[in-house]
């Protein structure tokens, strides 16, 4: 196979059917001249890497080939570009875990996963290292094992860290999907968990803490929020003014829950009157798009929330219980499935919800109505 020169390198002749660029790749450390522009050979290891842009980011990975591999280095080359036309960053599958990112940034809660479980715990590993044991292992780590001997799991807070992780992944490999990953997921066996819910709350209860919630007034109103609508914090500080439709009465946003997903679900609640009290003191961003709390974080709201409660006397509480008030209400008021589902936006797939987009909206109206006369 014939060669040439480009400057000081030399290049596979190959190199000239990509693109028609023969400067794709180049060695390194590259050749000392002397006065007259010659190379000094200084007996230093020289190796290809790639030397060209792909979609504004400079490509500049290792070809793993020696300076005499050129034809190595040619084929690698056209191996980066197939690799660069399937979404796969280029030397991102050798990186650990630790140092990758999201695509996407990740909300609080997961961005709390993200650093205090699955990068301590995977950070030494590469993407393509991961094994069905070191997922067991991560299990077993957090959750431990029951009487049986088998693995465990909060089913809930394991499906949190298993997309967390596949996020990761995914910013180097956007093919990459941890549920059709068979070896670390589909031969994954461990008995299913589920916290162990206190009481529900009742009415008097709920005017117990939101009587805590009002001594402050910079919270008391996310309290409240959540308490007349039965959404999550995470909803609560992603509000922004075009969720409202004012004339209607109405709070209408995708639940961020399922922000990621092709299909949104989302929370349309009326808003009560003693809610649109509140409202209507929190400054109101000319942009329609901006938030209405932009300092907020997830997990600060709810752990103050959490304070309420334990100032109330009822530890062990949280916001979450807010969201469970309004659905053991409505059962109480004798709404079936239907109602609660949409009251309380679950995603298509949810246990709890069967033909929830078949209430209208005058029965959701008098649903919440009902639950305002309860306070």
């Known amino acids: 196979m014939g060669t040439l020169y480009a400057g000081n390198q030399l290049v596979s002749h190959q190199l000239l059917m990509l693109e028609g660029d023969p400067m794709k790749m180049r060695l390194r450390p590259p050749f000392i001249k002397d006065a007259e522009g010659n190379a000094i050979q200084d007996g230093k ?9 792909h979609k504004g980011k400079v490509i500049s990975t290792c070809l793993d080939a020696e300076e005499h591999q050129d034809k190595t280095a040619t084929i690698n080359l056209g191996k980066l570009f197939e690799q660069l036309e399937r979404g796969i960053i280029p030397g991102g599958l050798r990186k650990k875990i630790k140092f990758l990112n999201p695509r996407k940034e990740f909300s609080s809660d997961f961005n709390g996963i993200c ?11 590469q993407p393509h290292e991961l094994k069905l044991e070191h997922i067991e292992k991560y299990l077993e780590e957090k959750w431990g094992r029951n009487e049986d001997g088998h693995l465990q799991a909060m089913e809930s807070r394991l499906r949190k860290h298993i997309q967390v992780l596949g996020q ?35 009415c008097r209860q709920i005017e117990e803490v939101g009587f805590f919630a009002d001594k402050n007034k910079n919270w008391g109103k996310y309290f409240w929020i959540m308490a007349f609508t039965g959404i999550e914090a995470a909803d609560v500080i992603d509000l ?8 209607k ?16 679900t989302m929370i349309s609640v009326p808003i009560l009157p003693k809610l649109q009290e509140i409202l209507d003191k929190v400054p109101t961003p000319l942009d329609k798009n901006a938030p209405l709390f932009p300092k907020m ?19 062990g509480y949280g916001s979450k219980y807010l969201r469970r008030y309004i659905g053991g209400l409505l059962k109480e008021l ?38 305002a006369k309860q306070f």
């Not at 290891?45 to 842009?53: E, L, P």
């Open 45 to 53: 290891r020289r190796r290809w890497y790639a030397n060209f842009k």
């Open 334 to 371: 004798n709404y079936g499935d239907e109602v609660i589902g949409r009251a309380l936006a679950h995603c298509d797939n949810s246990t709890e919800t069967i033909k929830y987009t078949a209430v209208s909206d005058s029965v959701m109206a008098e649903a919440f109505d009902k639950i």
């Open 168 to 202: 990761l992944i995914h910013s180097v490999d956007k093919n990459f999907d941890m549920s059709s990953k068979g070896d670390l997921l589909m031969h994954l066996k461990y008995d299913s968990q589920t916290m162990d819910l206190l009481p529900p709350l009742n």
């Open 297 to 315: 974080r997830t997990d600060t709201m709810n752990k103050v929330i959490g304070k309420m409660f334990v100032a109330a006397g009822y530890k």
């Open 240 to 247: 922004r003014p075009k969720h409202f439709q004012v004339k």
């Open 115 to 125: 650093k205090n479980h699955i990068k301590p715990f995977f950070g030494e590993f």
């Open 249 to 264: 009465g109405w709070l209408v946003k995708p639940r961020h829950k399922n922000m990621l997903k092709k299909k949104k």
